[in-house]
């Protein structure tokens, strides 16, 4: 009977160790871990004024990597300086797909918007309730009127 259990313990083993690269775990035989993906958000680089009238425009420019191959990228004004709060959030793109690299280029009309300061945001979703984000240098304040050149 010992030796019954023995094979048995032995079995489970080569059928753990043949099944461990397929599933992403294991020695050093298996795939590399991917890294998680990445966003850094470039434009506004500075803080600005602008006026909803006449709506006056904002460009957004920002990179990504996703080695996953799984991300979507969501691009959002903030109000209170907090992504993880959403009910102050404005979406400006949704499901973007990444580009590895290659500069997105992004025009935001803020029109609709209510006066306010906001910081830009890129989100970049991946797994199961994971994801990554990039904040913008430069913050956009909002105001309902006119801005008046000096």
Same mark, same amino acid.
């Given at each position: 009977?010992?030796?019954?259990?023995?094979?048995?313990?032995?079995?489970?083993?080569?059928?753990?160790?043949?099944l461990?690269?397929?599933?992403?775990?294991?020695?050093?035989?298996?795939?590399?871990?991917?890294?998680?993906?990445?966003?850094?958000?470039?434009?506004?680089?500075?803080?600005?004024?602008?006026? $909803?009238?006449? *709506? &006056? /425009? !904002?460009?957004i420019?920002f990179?990504?990597?996703?080695?996953t191959?799984?991300?979507?990228? %969501?691009?959002?004004a903030?109000?209170?300086?907090?992504?993880?709060?959403?009910?102050?959030?404005?979406?400006?793109?949704?499901?973007l797909?990444?580009?590895?690299?290659?500069?997105h280029?992004? $025009?935001w009309l *803020? &029109? /609709? !918007?209510?006066?306010?300061?906001?910081?830009?945001?890129?989100?970049?979703?991946?797994?199961? %309730?994971?994801?990554?984000?990039?904040?913008?240098?430069?913050?956009?304040?909002?105001?309902?009127?006119?801005?008046e050149?000096?």
């Amino acid at each position: 009977m010992a030796q019954r259990g023995w094979l048995a313990s032995v079995a489970l083993v080569a059928v753990a160790l043949l099944l461990a690269p397929a599933c992403g775990g294991g020695g050093g035989s298996s795939a590399p871990l991917l890294a998680p993906p990445t966003v850094e958000v470039t434009e506004p680089a500075v803080d600005r004024l602008i006026a $909803t009238l006449p *709506a &006056e /425009t !904002v460009e957004i420019r920002f990179t990504d990597m996703d080695p996953t191959g799984t991300a979507l990228i %969501d691009v959002i004004a903030d109000r209170d300086g907090s992504p993880a709060t959403t009910t102050d959030q404005v979406v400006i793109a949704q499901d973007l797909l990444p580009q590895n690299g290659t500069e997105h280029v992004l $025009t935001w009309l *803020a &029109e /609709t !918007v209510a006066p306010g300061t906001y910081g830009i945001y890129a989100r970049v979703r991946f797994g199961s %309730d994971l994801e990554v984000v990039g904040v913008a240098p430069g913050r956009i304040q909002v105001d309902a009127l006119p801005i008046e050149d000096a």
